[in-house]
């Protein structure tokens, strides 16, 4: 029999950014320059971002390759498929291809943005997943909890950018 470990990883950041800004942004689906790169995790790192599927329709699929997966044992092609986008709540729903970490199945993750009084943005990034041999939900928590972290910093690189050159 199987032992399936059940996970969650959730974080919230505060984007420097007004909110109809970083939703155009994270809305933008089929992109990933605004990725900071910088993940020490064997297999994180995005080599090439593109979209599956027809820009602002639902569902359409983030296809993720990745440079360094030969590193961690992982496929070299992760995709997230957005499977719901709430324009009024500002919310994002989508899926992880299943192993994108090693022993993860039913990725689930939603991103949710609200408007702060001073401009910026707070981001609310959670997921559940399960986790089967030889995975270990403790690690996959802590790989999801700071590619979360890094989502958050590359939003802010992104936009502190674009006000530089403004």
Known sequence: ???VQRGTGSREGIIDADVD????LATDWGVMYWWG??????GM???????EGEKGSVPRT??????????GGLPIVNRETLIHEDAVARRLFYN????????????????AFDALPDG????HISSVFDVVEPGNVDYVRMVVEAVYEM?????NQHFAKQKSAA
């Open 62 to 71: 983030k296809v993720i390759e990745r440079s360094n997966t030969e590193e």
């Open 96 to 111: 992880g291809t299943d192993g994108f970490i090693e022993g993860v199945r039913n990725y689930i993750a939603t991103w």
């Open 120 to 123: 910026r943005t707070k981001m």
């Open 21 to 24: 800004a970083i939703w155009a």
């Open 45 to 51: 790192k995005v080599n090439k971002c593109y979209l």
């Open 37 to 42: 790169n910088e993940v020490e995790e064997a």
């Open 151 to 155: 989502i958050f910093k590359g939003f």
């Open 1 to 3: 029999m199987t032992i």
